[in-house]
């Protein structure tokens, strides 16, 4: 899959020859993730691709239980692909709530205090959350997913989709192709009930209501991640789903 997306000018941007080229496997290299990272098994038959957000804490957890290892996806091209993918939306309020909660602390400060739905719309100006939609993309976390397989040859590959029987579908599949000892685990269970927890979870509120609430908004979203959409079209069957 080769990705031809515009980007303003960051670090993988390069002019050659009067040319502009970007160099994809250094995106968000900065923010500590290369593409193609993942975790190969033991054997090197299989390869899961990390996808940020896309319940990869978990399930890295889960692979190294079971002994696979960290590496590249391009140092095994003759391993099948395990990709996960999740509904786009979704992944991005996700992710820009760790966006915000990372880098922009002081913002969203006084989030967990009670709040009335009526003035969600209100407190979302003052955050100055509508400035969000005008970029969409700020991070790894708020990448399109489609650009975390670039250069990747996803032919042989085994799609997953995020949803209500995730866990079931994933675990069921580690112990069909023979790793038994395999079991899920919430990233999230730990800290559920942690401030900064539930600091996210009102600010993920926060960001759901004004999407549910602008059509606008919703239509830029979907726009920009008409390539992850076209990605679970592609892949995810709908007996998967």
């Known amino acids: 899959m080769i990705l031809d997306f515009e980007y303003k000018s960051l670090d993988y941007v390069h002019i050659v020859d009067g040319t502009v080229k970007l160099d ?121 997913q489609a650009v975390f397989l670039n250069d990747i040859d996803t032919t042989d590959s085994h799609w997953f989709l995020i949803d209500q029987n995730f866990n079931q579908k994933f675990i069921g599949f580690l112990h069909e192709i023979g790793y038994h000892r395999a079991v899920s685990y919430d990233e999230n269970s730990s800290g559920r009930d942690s401030y900064e927890f539930r600091k996210k979870r009102k600010l993920q509120d926060l960001l759901n209501y004004i999407i549910d609430n602008n059509q606008f908004y919703r239509y830029n979203l979907k726009e920009w991640f008409w390539p992850d959409y076209e990605l679970i079209e592609r892949n995810i069957s709908s007996a998967a789903r």
């Not at 968000?28 to 957000?53: A, C, T």
């Not at 939306?89 to 913002?107: A, F, K, N, P, V």
């Not at 006084?110 to 009335?116: A, L």
């Not at 209100?122 to 939609?133: H, N, R």
Request: hydrophobic fraction near 35%; charge should be negative; proline fraction near 5%.
């Open 24 to 144: 994809w496997n250094r995106l968000w290299s900065n923010r500590g993730h290369q593409l193609g990272e993942g975790m190969v098994s033991p054997d090197e038959k299989w390869f899961y691709l990390n996808i940020p957000k896309n319940s990869s804490s978990s399930t890295k957890k889960t692979l190294s239980e079971v002994d696979w290892k960290f590496g590249d996806a391009r140092d095994f091209p003759n391993s099948e692909k395990i990709i996960i993918l999740r509904d786009p939306i979704t992944r991005w309020i996700s992710g820009m709530s760790e966006y915000l909660m990372m880098y922009h602390q002081d913002i969203v400060d006084g989030i967990v205090s009670p709040m009335e739905y009526d003035c969600l719309p209100i407190l979302g100006e003052k955050l100055g959350l509508s400035l969000l939609f005008d970029r969409m993309t700020f991070d790894d976390h708020t990448e399109r």
